[in-house]
């Protein structure tokens, strides 16, 4: 009987548990392989009926068997798994009502030897057992091993008391002992000390275990089989335990799989990760046979895990597919850039990661050339650019950072079944998203780009890194520019008249610095003002300014990049609010005006005088 303390039972849970007997009754009656064959038919309904699990275990076994598996292969592979699950499943019920007779026909026994006799000397032998085939089976082989003290195996407890009790005693009755996980590990060590057989159903996740890879892609791990093993203080052996279909209603048990564990004191999540790598090679052998109908790389609200060095270093040697996010930027140029501090983050969090920009054509070329960026693509028809061979062959996306507000875009990416989403509240399909972020109010403002950093602080730690990276700048510039040109609109404008004066108070040491699309008066300013002109593309600002020269410009995108490389900036702010929207970093002042009209966040002005004008040459020298 369960020791664990019961609880009572509602009447709901009296009448499944009835209805399970009643089941349980009319199995007795039927032979595996008529069992087996029910499952398999409720199978081909369930792959039928269930599109979204079809999208989970086609995810998964692109994880497991090949990255770039895809249309009729994977769907034929996607069909054969949810059809052979199934059938196992179905025939779990049954495995425990089975006559021994009907056991010795369905069920064979490989590397039984091994296995024994390590355990009969006195030893502990832990069997790593994953999610595949018919895994009951080996709570019925106990009779197998009569010179074996003790032999047990560790399990969940169901919600459902009356059912669990009857589940308990099914597994228990053949001599296996059954160690809940809600009981702590103190029977468990006792079995370890006393030397005899455990098993750990070992490819569960967890998120409180060891984030290693598995299949080359990081995941939550139980580190229990490495916690028993050390705890056995030398008399431990690992083995990779499996069963696997070998025809109608029969499985093959194999036990012979010893894990070689290297000598030395290694760390725990060493030897977890050694683990997976066993489990992996007995999954290989047959993929279908796996439980893959559940999501087992899983992403969540944190998806950052708490890693020590030892983890970062296991995940950096070892993983081979990354953890995928897609960052859908803002389709204004001026708010794109303000997510940098956040992407920069995601990228430190942990090795594993890899950033995937969708972004307007205009936007593409620049997020190219940031580092911490793997691949970036055109919100245009987005998931058939990410899907491409080249992107392809790294595996599922794992998540979404949702910024811009582009409904096709984001309906499209949907496809690509992310397991989890965010964005801001006010985002137009919020009611869509996992998680919808709120940003506080009744505060101060806050520069926008603080906006993104606490969104990314909801799932990361923050390493406090500095807006601007004066080492991407040029750093043997030092000069005077000046941007009297904005890239959101003619309503940020200052008076000609006043960048003259400017130019003359700078003894005409300055440098008309534009975009290339307003090549043709900007060359025609320059000449009137009698100074040279630099035309630039946003990739390339970097190339030109650095921390050694000074920028005086108008809002827009100039100033904004140029605060990226830590050049230092004299910025008047026409139409928006310069505490959101000036230029982030140290070394820069902006100035404005503070009309009844400001800030009105319009491109054109239709106030004479602008309200720019009231912004003296003075005070932006001083």
Known sequence: MSTDTPTKATFGQKAGAFAYKVFCGILRLLDIRIVAIFGRCI?????AAFPGRRRIVARNMRIVADPMLRGSKLSALVRRNMVRTTMNMACTFKTGLMTDKEFQRSVALSGAEEFERLAAGGDCVIGCIPHAGNWEVLARIRPLFPKVKRFGSMYRRLDNPVLEEIVYKSRTRYGCEMFSNKKGLKEVFRLAKDGGMLGVLSDQFTKQGFFVPYFGKVTGTTPLPSLIYKRCKGRGHLFAVSTRNTGLGKWEAVLGREIEIPEGDLDTAEITLLVNQALEAVQKESIIDGFWMHHRWKSFGRFSPNLDEKQKELISKHYTLPFRIIICVPEAFEEAVLTIPCLRELRGCRPDMQLNIVCPAAQQAFWSTQEYVAHVVTDEHPVAQLEAD?????GPYDYLFMFSENRKCFRDLQKLMPLYSSGFADSPFRKKLNNKFTLPVGTAPNHRCEDYLLLAARHIALTGEGYADAAKGNQTACENFIAPFSTLGKADTWPAEQWQELIARLDGNATLLAFEQDKPEAEKLATAWGIPCKLVRPETVADVLGPNCRLYAV???????????????????????AAVYGPAGDGHKTFTQHEPCHPCYRQECD?????S?????EELLS
């Not at 809002?555 to 609010?577: K, N, T």
């Open 555 to 577: 809002d827009g995108l100039l100033p904004q990049l140029a605060a990226l490389v830590g050049c230092p900036s004299r910025v008047i702010m026409c139409s928006r609010l």
């Open 390 to 394: 080249e992107l392809y062959k790294d």
């Open 43 to 47: 199978g081909y309904l369930v792959w």
């Open 613 to 617: 004008a009231g912004v003296t040459v």
């Open 607 to 611: 106030q004479q005088p602008p309200c």
